[in-house]
């Protein structure tokens, strides 16, 4: 007799643990989602500011600017994608230039300048990591047993997690 | 070819086995020492609640005596903004809020963690390892010590020294009380069965603080390997991590300040004896190397 009694107590606890972890988990895979924009504004209101700073060196590229400050203008207007296509080219303009000017190698505004560029582009990527790990073990939970069975009780469903569009698997064009 | 989800998944298996195992050698040798010399369990108790004061003495205030002992500074983002940069990328993908950082200056090359569980943690690098790592490199090690600190290591190892704490102090009391006893009343349970649980609680008197100790320095090397298998999943890189074991491990300056007695985790063994691996905390540099090649 106590013995079912025992065995309900686990089973009921179990169920609630489960039910609490994935209801955190998707609470969290919101978080990360959010996290992404969080980078993604930050790169776009800290590289205009940085490329000021080595304004110095890049005197004849207004294109870099403009592209920098349309990037600015679209996060402000939350058209996300938009300034990072643009920061992107902006990017790629900067590191081509500083590439082909030897001299830039020895100036701490520019070394300083391309760390912290490759720096935030490291952040965005593990906020990225972040959102497809949290998604995968999110998922995982869906369809392993026994959970799968609880899953379809309470009718949770699978995440989608991060979407990669083709053209940002690209290959990037290296010119000599 | 391992993946680093399988190496995670069967070194917290292999953990959680040995850790299982050393509580239980603990109970029993504490059960058929205080059997044999006929203790009552306010001594058992006694041990265990002093050891635990302490434990949780260090664990308290351990992180300000070994930054003290090692006389480490604040590591400042413009300083230091390799360093700085790292920790705060890794602790976004790990999910764990940015600890506190410091540098020791010396050429020798270590890292270590310490904290009682993420909200609470430090990490600490040495100004060689800063200097002689690239950014790859570095990412590595911090990913290592950042995943010590989220496995709650420092914790399990803080447990760990409360059990064999305990059981030192048990067997230190009786070796006192027989010097002055010099003897074990006879009672009325001495049958055959009776002998020979007396005569293991003799041996485990001698010998269990030492297979305690092993023990615990072999909980202590499958964590290493856990948070080797944890780093790789946080940057997806794992030569990052090889590339900086085989430079620390060819670099011939030793670290001068380490103690036995700070609670904290270093990268590799900062004591660098050829003793019996036995006897070390961390695994050879090269069976660690050998694991991480295999997620490559």
């Known amino acids: 007799m106590y013995i079912l009694i025992g065995i309900l107590l686990i089973v009921i606890v179990y169920v609630i643990a489960f039910y609490n972890r994935l209801k955190t988990a998707l609470v969290q895979i919101g978080a990360s989602n959010q996290e992404i924009?969080?980078?993604l504004k930050r790169q776009a209101d800290l590289i205009p500011n940085l490329v000021e700073s080595a304004k110095g060196y890049l005197k004849h590229e207004k294109e870099i600017?403009?592209?920098?400050?349309?990037?600015?203008k679209a996060i402000n207007a939350n058209q996300i994608e938009k300034s990072q296509k643009l920061i992107s080219k902006a990017l790629g303009a900067l590191q081509v230039i500083v590439e082909s000017n030897p001299e830039f190698k020895a100036a701490t505004v520019m070394t300083d300048l391309m760390a912290e560029l490759r720096d935030t582009s490291d952040k965005l990527m593990y906020a990225r990591r972040t959102l497809i790990d949290l998604t995968a073990d999110y998922?995982?939970?869906?369809v392993t047993f026994p959970n799968s069975i609880l899953a379809g009780l309470f009718n949770f469903q699978p995440q989608k997690g991060l979407?990669?569009?083709?053209e940002?698997?690209?290959k990037p064009e290296i010119k000599f | 070819m391992i993946n680093f989800y399988e190496q995670v998944r069967q070194n917290k298996i292999r953990s959680t086995i040995i850790v299982v195992g050393f509580i239980t050698f603990i109970l029993v040798a504490a059960y058929l020492i205080s059997y044999a010399f006929n203790l009552g369990s306010e001594f058992l108790v006694g041990a265990f609640i002093f050891s635990l004061i302490m434990t949780l003495l260090s664990?308290?205030?351990g992180d300000q005596i070994v930054l003290n002992l090692n006389q480490a500074i604040p590591a400042d983002r413009d300083k230091y903004f390799d360093f700085y940069t790292v920790v705060e990328n890794l602790s976004l993908a790990n999910q764990t809020p940015m600890p506190k950082i410091y540098v020791i200056e010396t050429p020798a090359m270590n890292a270590f963690a310490t904290g009682r569980d993420p909200q609470h943690a430090i990490v600490c690098a040495t100004t060689g390892l800063l200097t002689k790592l690239n950014r790859t490199q570095l990412e590595g090690v911090i990913a290592h010590e950042l995943s010590h600190i989220k496995n709650y290591d420092i914790r399990l190892m803080?447990?760990?020294s409360v059990l064999i704490g305990s059981l030192s102090l048990l067997t230190n009391m009786i070796s006192r009380s027989m010097f002055f006893r010099g003897g074990r009343d006879r009672d009325n349970n001495?049958?055959?069965i009776g002998i020979i649980l007396t005569l293991i609680g003799f041996l485990l008197l001698i010998f269990s603080p030492l297979i305690a100790q092993l023990i615990q320095l072999a909980i202590s090397r499958r964590r290493e390997f856990l948070a080797d298998a944890s780093a790789v999943k946080l940057t997806r890189q794992p030569s990052g991590l090889i590339e900086a074991l085989q430079i620390i491990g060819q670099d011939p300056n030793i670290l001068t300040s380490a103690s036995t007695a700070t609670a904290s985790l270093y990268i590799t063994n900062p004591f660098k004896d050829k003793l019996s691996s036995l006897f070390s905390t961390h695994p050879p540099l090269a069976a660690r190397i050998k694991a991480l090649r295999e997620m490559l």
């Open chain 1, 65 to 72: 600017f403009t592209q920098l400050t349309d990037a600015r």
């Open chain 2, 59 to 61: 664990y308290y205030s």
């Open chain 1, 139 to 142: 998922n995982a939970s869906l």
């Open chain 1, 168 to 170: 940002e698997i690209k």
């Open chain 1, 163 to 166: 979407e990669v569009t083709p």
């Open chain 2, 190 to 192: 001495s049958g055959n």
């Open chain 2, 158 to 160: 803080m447990i760990v």
């Open chain 1, 37 to 39: 924009g969080n980078q």
